[in-house]
């Protein structure tokens, strides 16, 4: 299957609902991680790890912020209840 097939699959007009869904799911658990990401931010990991794991938590709230704002903006696919 090559990319072009992958993405009718993946963006079928037919699974507006689907896609809707999922951008709430992703919506609630965002809203969830953000409030309490200052606390995990406040207590200053000292060790490698715990300062790597921030980061990467970092990065995939600003993955998860962007792929909202692209949901909201340019389909309203995403946007069907």
């Known amino acids: 299957m090559d990319l ?3 993405e009718e699959n ?7 609902k689907l896609h809707g869904d ?3 799911v992703l919506s609630a658990i ?8 200052p606390s995990f931010e406040a207590a200053r990991p ?3 790890s715990g300062i790597q794991a921030l980061c ?3 990065i995939a709230i ?11 903006e340019c ?3 995403y946007l069907v209840c």
């Open 30 to 37: 965002y809203c969830k991680i953000l409030s309490i990401f």
């Open 62 to 72: 600003e993955k998860a912020k962007n792929v909202l704002q692209h949901c909201a």
């Open 56 to 58: 990467s938590l970092h």
């Open 22 to 24: 999922m951008c709430k």
């Open 75 to 77: 389909s309203k696919l």
């Open 46 to 48: 000292k060790s490698r």
């Open 4 to 6: 072009v097939e992958v």
């Open 10 to 16: 993946l963006f079928a007009a037919t699974d507006a």
